[in-house]
């Protein structure tokens, strides 16, 4: 298992792994048919995060297939360019096996090198796996947002969590 920054000849794959992704959880923000990129914008966004360099995307690749990814979205203004926004997906066939933990610790070492000094993400209150992998990554639950998300007509709350870097 290989963990990299994206291609732009990731493009397709990227996006069939996002599709998936939301498909096979509610962790995820997007409903499964809101995901409306083709493969040529995916390409082209994939172009301009490489080309700008201010955002990163990770791929976990497993035998030639991208199982996981890791999205970081760093501050667009002076004062808040020292922020990462982090979103995680990995394939249900592939969790619990340190994918996420290995995916964390690359986009460290990139925010670390790239003068990040806050990593954030949020969390349904009630993902409890994902919870446990950023508390073991050092992130801390800041808050609760409360009816943050609408599904399936029900409301549900999610956790701020953050990491500060030295």
Request: aromatic fraction near 8%.
């Amino acid at each position: 298992m290989e963990i990299r920054i994206i291609r732009e000849s990731d493009a397709e794959a990227y996006l069939s792994l996002r599709k998936q992704t939301i498909a096979e959880t509610q962790f995820m923000l997007r409903e499964p048919d809101e995901l409306k990129k083709t493969g040529e914008q995916q390409r082209e966004e994939i172009h301009t995060i490489l080309t700008e360099g201010h955002h990163l995307v990770l791929v976990a690749e497993h035998n030639g297939q991208l199982i996981g990814f890791l999205i970081g979205r760093r501050g667009q203004f002076r004062r808040n360019r020292h922020e990462l926004y982090i979103v995680i997906g990995i394939l249900q066939a592939f969790t619990g096996q340190d994918i996420g933990t290995k995916l964390f610790i690359e986009m460290e070492k990139w925010a670390r090198r790239n003068a990040i000094t806050r990593l954030e993400l949020t969390v349904m209150t009630h993902n409890q796996a994902g919870i446990a992998l950023y508390k073991k990554r050092g992130f801390e639950i800041e808050g609760t947002m409360r009816r943050a998300l609408l599904i399936d007509g029900h409301y549900v709350d999610e956790y701020m969590m953050a990491k500060l870097l030295d």
